[in-house]
């Protein structure tokens, strides 16, 4: 009896609308949520963790911790060279992998992740999903960033490198807190060096060396630690973050209030691009009235080039989002791989490469020198074992050391999987430069690496992948590379460095995306991010 009413009252339940309804819902979500992913989808043969298989938020909480590199080059340790990060995600770690994704004439596209450094509501030579739009846009600038451009005393880049330097130099002399301090003092230069470089003089070069406060505030929101929180916002939670920095009078003030912005205004690029932009509209303004002047910029080169019709025509924001690009891209990137190599150099047990090096700036001729004594360009550039030691900061210390994703409209496969189309695939500078099997004690500050005295220097240069690879390598290399090798050879022909011993056994860190980079065989509780180097003494 009791059996037969509890059966009635099960079936009337189950008859009840509500709770078909519920039953149907948890049943799809099951579906989709566990029993796909683990069981249906082509990519359940990957191995990985199942926690990360079946939702993309597990690899989110890596992110919002500031994990997600050290994560995913902890779960190659465990699981391989391939790895399963979520449902529709992968990260691969080979060599024939990073031949397949990135190589040239791959197909892979960028996914739209990158939309996130749109600027004034266009897209740029970063942000271009499409192989075709990419190539039309890159072909404008490409001459522009070639070596023997970077190196030539006709162009823009050598006298403007080299005047920078004598600055730096000079800051040093003038303001003695900057040797204590060099964090900041390096993005002046970096910011210094590449807004001379897009816009010239004239419309948008700053003067942060020379103690323009104005031009040295525009680097403070990128400076800020926050920023890392608003860039996984920005990621994960696109359209809420949007609609919280476009709110206005009583709404954004209660939004201010309850501290629901990820970032406080001005966010994460504000004054940058607030700054190219009125570079941009300067310079267009000025072209209506008159020729414009030849001070060999890329902003007047991009200008001409799309006003010969050889090219794709750009309207004023076009130009204006693709030089704003460039610009952010070459602040920090090329600051912190200097602070990086003269934090390695500085540290009591690295004290022989800094000697090597000296040694190596102090052999570079006087005519090969400045009235200031610093080398030029060209000398650096030629210098083996300054090259050796600013490989290995970027091979330990890329300044984007984070994944870089991908997606390929059609399926393929990978190292021999079968990888659906759409599905985000990606690698990382950060696992690759830790091979053990490729860079003998890959946690080791070693620039004899790279003379062939520690490892197959062949196969490392193969590995080796600061700077991307393919149709997408980072565009700036050889200006960056000049920047550095400059800078350093000057520092090191007139200073020695040093680190106090309140730093000893403390690693800098630089904020990447939504994580801080750091020396990981150091302690990371006593990481200081955005910490400086020591003194120049």
């Known amino acids: 009896m009791a059996k037969s009413v509890a059966s009635k009252a099960i079936g009337i339940l189950l008859s009840s609308p509500v709770t078909v309804a519920i039953v149907v819902a948890l049943s799809v979500l099951l579906y989709r949520f566990v029993y796909y992913p683990l069981y249906v989808s082509y990519l359940r043969k990957l191995p990985g963790p199942k926690t990360y298989a079946v939702t993309k938020w597990r690899l989110a909480l890596d992110d919002y911790n500031g994990l997600r590199t050290q994560s995913i080059h902890s779960l190659h340790k465990r699981y391989g060279t391939a790895v399963r990060l979520g449902p529709n995600e992968l990260s691969f770690s080979s060599l024939s992998a990073l031949k397949t994704i990135y190589g040239a004439g791959s197909g892979f596209e960028r996914t739209y992740f990158y939309r996130m450094f749109d600027a004034y509501g266009r897209q740029n030579l970063f942000t271009f999903a499409g192989v075709k739009q990419h190539a039309e846009r890159k072909k404008l600038l490409a001459h522009a960033y070639s070596k023997s451009a970077i190196l030539s005393p006709q162009a823009i880049a050598k006298p403007l490198i080299e005047k920078n330097v004598n600055r730096y130099l000079e800051l040093l002399d003038r303001e003695k807190n900057v040797a204590e301090e060099i964090f900041q003092s390096l993005h002046w230069y970096s910011l210094d060096s590449i807004t001379g470089f897009i816009y010239g003089e004239t419309h948008g070069g700053t003067d942060a060396l020379e103690g323009n406060k ?119 990137t090329t600051s912190d791989t200097l602070m990086f190599g003269i934090w390695a150099l500085s540290r009591r047990q690295n004290r022989k490469y800094q000697e090597k090096l000296i040694e190596e700036v102090d052999g570079i001729p006087d005519s090969e020198c400045n009235e200031y004594g610093n080398p030029f360009v060209e000398a650096t550039d030629k210098l083996p074992y300054l090259d050796a030691v600013i490989k290995e900061t970027l091979r330990l210390y890329a300044p984007l050391p984070a994944s870089e994703p991908r997606s390929l409209p059609v399926d393929t496969t990978i190292d021999g999987y079968l990888v659906p189309a759409g599905t985000v695939v990606s690698m990382s500078p950060y696992t690759l430069h830790r091979n053990p099997e490729v860079f003998p004690d890959p946690l080791v500050f070693k620039p004899e690496r790279w003379l062939g005295e520690c490892g197959d220097l062949v196969e490392m240069k193969k590995w080796f992948w600061a700077f991307s690879s393919g149709g997408r390598m980072c565009i700036g290399l050889h200006l960056a590379m000049a920047e550095m090798t400059t800078l350093l050879a000057a520092v090191y022909r007139k200073y020695t460095t040093s680190e106090y011993d309140r730093q000893e056994g403390i690693s800098p860190g630089i904020t990447s995306r939504f994580e801080i980079f750091y020396d990981e065989s150091l302690p990371k509780m006593e990481v200081s991010e955005a910490q400086a180097s020591g003194p120049l003494i």
Request: glycine letters at 8%.
């Open 214 to 332: 104005a031009h040295r505030d525009l680097i403070l929101d990128i400076i800020d630690p926050s920023r890392r929180n608003l860039s996984w916002f920005a990621v994960h939670l696109g359209a809420y973050t949007k609609w919280l920095y476009s709110r206005a009078g009583m709404t954004e003030k209660l939004i201010t209030g309850l501290g629901l912005l990820p970032m406080n205004k001005p966010a994460t690029y504000t004054g940058i691009r607030a700054h190219a932009l009125q570079s941009s509209k300067g310079f267009e303004l000025s072209v209506s009235e008159k020729p414009p002047l030849r001070d060999m910029s890329i902003m007047e080169k991009l200008w001409t080039a799309s006003k010969s019709g050889k090219g794709p025509a750009l309207d004023s924001l076009d130009m204006a989002s693709e030089l704003a690009d460039h610009f952010l891209a070459g602040i920090d």
